[in-house]
Each structure stands twice: as structure tokens, then as C-alpha cells.
């Protein structure tokens, strides 16, 4: 089977972000050997992922987004939110979808949709709204620092600018 990455290729994970390939290795695991892709994940200190070769597809594994794109998504946090249902299992349920589907620009939408809901709250959310505003900035963060080639954290800060949100990079580092 022909490899997708090689070591040094930049790519997103839907479950655990953005990430670098570190090398390609074969693992015996369960009486079954495969080769499998090291991934280094930005978010997660020294954490490692693995992803089969042969399930590089069901997982989602995905190359990391151009530059182009992730300006684009820049572009959206600044933009104006859409307004969310007030009913919390639909809301949270719409955010959901937009976070795994882990396409920069529609996580975005969810980020900034979050923020401005968060606003209108006098800066409160309930908990699970600001566990998912949290994935949705650190899930952007992530691609955007792989892309750039910069620190995570200059990346959030990046973020929490487009957002309008001040003090949000401090909550994330506890």
C-alpha cells in the first residue's frame, strides 16, 4: 500500500488536531502487524498518536490546510456570528458538528458563533459551551501553528484576538 505522509508532513487529526508525522512505523498489535503513523500532536504534550496506514480514510486523517485556507478562517472569526438556539441540546448539538467535522473554516464559524453567544451572556457560558468553545480554539490553533510554523500558544493568541475574547489563552493554559 502506497503511504500518504511521510515523516515531516503536517496533518490534522479530527479527534486530536493538528499534528507532525514523525516517521512511519510497523507494530504488531492484537497477533496483527500493520504500519502504522507516528503523530506528534500539537495540543497534547507528549502524547503520541498512532493512525493505521489502512485507516488513514476511516479515521479522517487529513493533510494540514494551505495558508490561503487558514487566512480564510481568520476571516470568519472577525466576521458577524450567526445567531445560536437558545435551546442548549440543539445549539450544542450544531456546534458539535461543526467541531468534528474539523474543517478549519466551519470550526470557525462555531468558535465565533460561541464567542458572540458568550457576549450576550455577560461573559458567561455553561459548561459544556465552554468546553466547546475551548476544543474550537484549540482545534484552529493547532492547524494554524503547524501551518505557520509557529508556537501554539502565539497561535491562540491569534485566535482570541479574531474572537474578541481577552483573557481566554490564560483559562487554556490551567
Known amino acids: 500500500m502506497a503511504l500518504a505522509y511521510r515523516a515531516n508532513d503536517k496533518v490534522v487529526h479530527p479527534a486530536h488536531g493538528a499534528g507532525v508525522v514523525r516517521k512511519v512505523v510497523r507494530r504488531t498489535i492484537a497477533g496483527e502487524s500493520r504500519q502504522y503513523y507516528l503523530i506528534d500532536p500539537l495540543a497534547h504534550d507528549g502524547m503520541e498518536i498512532m493512525v493505521a496506514v489502512d485507516k488513514v480514510k476511516l479515521v479522517g486523517l487529513r493533510k494540514a490546510s494551505r495558508r490561503t485556507k487558514m487566512r480564510r478562517t481568520l476571516r470568519t472569526l472577525r466576521g458577524l ?3 445560536l438556539p ?6 450544542q448539538t450544531l456546534i458539535s458538528e461543526k467541531i468534528r467535522s474539523a474543517d478549519p473554516p466551519h470550526v470557525a464559524e462555531a468558535a465565533r458563533d ?3 453567544f458568550k457576549r450576550e451572556k455577560d461573559g458567561r457560558l455553561g459548561v459544556t459551551d465552554s468546553k466547546l468553545l475551548k476544543r474550537a480554539r484549540e482545534c484552529i490553533a493547532g492547524e ?7 508556537p501554539f500558544e502565539d497561535a491562540l493568541s491569534q485566535i482570541d484576538e479574531g474572537l474578541m475574547l481577552e483573557d481566554e489563552t490564560k483559562e487554556t493554559r490551567n
Open 144 to 150: 494554524l501553528a503547524v501551518v505557520e510554523e509557529i
Open 81 to 83: 456570528p450567526e445567531q
Open 86 to 91: 437558545k435551546d442548549f441540546k440543539v445549539r
Open 114 to 116: 460561541l464567542a458572540a
